[in-house]
């Protein structure tokens, strides 16, 4: 389906009426909410999966560690006398060589270190201090943050029994790295989920933060821009009862900087401007255009209008001329012109006749009852009127009402020559059937002298263009004359379109008094009850008068 440049054109200035809000609309959606959100949970995706490697990774080497120091623990003298003997040593310093993250093991009594495989037999037993933590094993837990007297670092260290194991610094050092790689958002805590202890906690993030994000419940509302939210995970190792949480503390888009954040804006703003300028393209190309013509007349949104033909000498209404109208929320008044030259490039002009003439029989049919005098006039186009069941449809669309079909006056305008035949055909079949054929737009492009020898109408609508042009010395004030003077001659019922001045009227009424007059001098086109409503004035004068 296409149409063409003409009517393309036509639509390009329909289309220039769509509301400027919904431009304005689209923009602050897109710039101001769609797109920010979007790259804020594509950052916060991103950050989730990176957050599970930084836990598993992170529990995996405390896991590790945890069955290192366990092991280490193992290794107790059975003999006191023996302790931090040249035998002993030898034994402690394998398993200093088989776990790399054992920094060191030592020996301890009565709470004092004795010596240790790094730092040798101590001069002085070393004072310890109360653990941290006691498990219900017995193991012994020092944090030792900032205690280097105890060791060359600051490496936790567990002890049970006369043996300590300390951690090397080479697993602090995997530990800060994974803390550190990357994003400094990131941090979390290890602890025993059965003694509920806390073995570290790291990463660029205080206890506080981690307690906080802890009591957070699961709630997809984490996910959004919303301040003090964290994504958090939780991971345990079933065998040494060993989990880590993990956050991140600042989500998405809270992670850029300013100078990130400002590109973004102006980025977001340019890619809202994009969407606004092809959106505004969409919306003045043809397409939106054909599809709310379609669903138009598919809902029946197209409706009639009357507008009165009255006899030139005495004014009395003697029916009526149907007029599509489409009144669209967006695109607002469409004119007919458009509409129905869409509909006939689209193939949709005999599904839109159809329901049109339904409607004005069902809206009229009272008073053509009851006035056999009073016809209607309805536009066609020449698809319709060749179409080879339309005389059948419009038997059935008369078939519920009293009305005669000389009642219904058939209009057609022809604007292009290449199916006369078929025309001429069709509107002599409808002429025999008893409907009255009128030639609109007399003396304009194709509805010419041969059409009016062709058709034999009943009536002939001679064009606003010659009616108007009464006043004007021009080429068609001279075929106005012509005109008149032709019709006298003719067995045809003659109206004149398009009457706008009392000077036209006048004109007319003198130079063809038996002639019909249309225009807006009289009457504009108007809904059903208007017209029930001047025909019923008129009507009451009329027995007044009587
Ligand atoms: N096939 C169909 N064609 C239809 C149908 N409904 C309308 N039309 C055709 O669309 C064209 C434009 O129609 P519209 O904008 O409704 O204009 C009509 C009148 O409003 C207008 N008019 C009437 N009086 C005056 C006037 O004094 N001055 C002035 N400037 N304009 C006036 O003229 C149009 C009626 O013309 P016509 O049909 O030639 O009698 C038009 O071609 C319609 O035919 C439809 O349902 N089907």
């Known amino acids: 389906m296409t149409i063409n440049a003409h009517t393309f054109i036509s639509l390009l200035n329909l289309n220039n009426r769509v509301y400027f809000s919904s431009y304005a609309a689209l923009f602050i959606f897109s710039s101001l909410i769609f797109f920010p959100v979007l790259l804020h949970l594509i950052i916060i995706l991103y950050h989730s999966s990176y957050l599970k490697d930084y836990g598993l990774e992170n529990l995996t080497t405390a896991t590790q560690v945890q069955f290192q120091i366990k092991q280490s623990l193992t290794i107790q003298a059975d003999d006191e006398n023996t302790l931090c003997s040249k035998e002993d040593f030898k034994r402690l310093r394998e398993f200093i060589d088989k776990y790399h993250y054992i920094g060191d093991v030592g020996r301890i009594q009565d709470g004092k270190m004795l010596c240790s495989v790094k730092q040798g037999i101590l001069e002085r037993p070393l004072e310890l201090p109360s653990p941290d933590i006691i498990s219900k094993e017995g193991t ?25 194991a300390f951690i090397s610094s080479l697993y602090m050092k995997d530990f800060e790295l994974y803390s550190h790689t990357s994003t400094s958002h990131f941090g979390g805590i290890l602890y025993s989920s059965n003694e ?94 054909i599809r709310q013509l379609k669903q138009a007349i598919k809902k029946d949104k197209i409706t009639p209008e009357y507008q009165p033909k009255l006899q030139l000498f005495d004014k009395k209404i003697i029916g009526v001329e149907a007029l599509a109208r489409w009144h669209d929320p967006r695109l607002g008044q469409v004119p007919p012109d458009l509409f129905i030259t869409s509909a006939e490039e689209l193939g949709l002009i005999n599904e839109l006749s159809r329901k049109f003439i339904l409607k004005v029989l069902g809206e009229l049919h009272d008073q053509l009852e009851n006035d056999s005098s009073f016809s209607v006039s309805i536009n066609l186009s020449s698809e319709i009127l060749t179409e080879p069941n339309f005389h059948l449809f419009l038997r059935d669309a008369l078939e519920p009402y009293n009305i005669n079909v000389n009642q219904i006056i058939l209009e057609i305008t022809e604007r292009t020559s290449s199916n006369n035949k078929s025309m001429s055909e ?92 249309q225009g807006w001098y009289f009457y504009r086109s108007m809904p059903i009850e208007k017209l029930l409503a001047i025909l019923e004035k008129s009507h009451s004068e009329k027995m007044k008068a009587a």
């Open 140 to 164: 012994l837990f020092w944090n030792n943050q900032n205690k280097k007297d105890i060791n060359d670092n600051t490496s936790p260290f567990f002890g049970r029994g006369n043996t300590v």
């Open 196 to 289: 509920n202890f806390v073995y570290k906690v790291f990463g660029d993030i205080s206890l506080n933060t981690i307690n906080h994000a802890k009591d957070l419940p699961d709630s997809i509302l984490n996910y959004l821009p919303i301040p003090n939210r964290f994504i958090k995970r939780t991971f345990c190792d079933g065998i040494t009862d060993t989990c880590i949480l993990v956050i991140n503390r600042k989500l998405g888009l809270y992670r850029l900087g300013y100078p990130a954040l400002i590109s973004l804006a102006i980025l977001n703003l340019l890619i809202g401007a994009l969407i606004v300028v092809l959106y505004g393209h969409y919306r003045s190309g043809p397409k939106l255009f």
């Open 426 to 517: 069709s509107s002599k079949h409808l002429s025999e059937e008893g409907y009255l054929i009128s030639l609109d737009d007399f003396g304009t492009g194709f509805s010419n002298l041969e059409w009016l020898s062709t058709l034999e109408p009943y009536e002939l609508k001679v064009d606003k263009m010659f009616t108007q042009s009464i006043e004007a010395n021009t080429i068609q004030n001279y075929s106005l004359l012509g005109i008149l003077k032709m019709i006298e001659y003719l067995d045809v019922v003659v109206v004149f379109e398009g009457i706008e001045t009392e000077e036209q009227y006048q004109l007319f009424r003198e130079k063809a008094p038996t002639a019909i007059g």
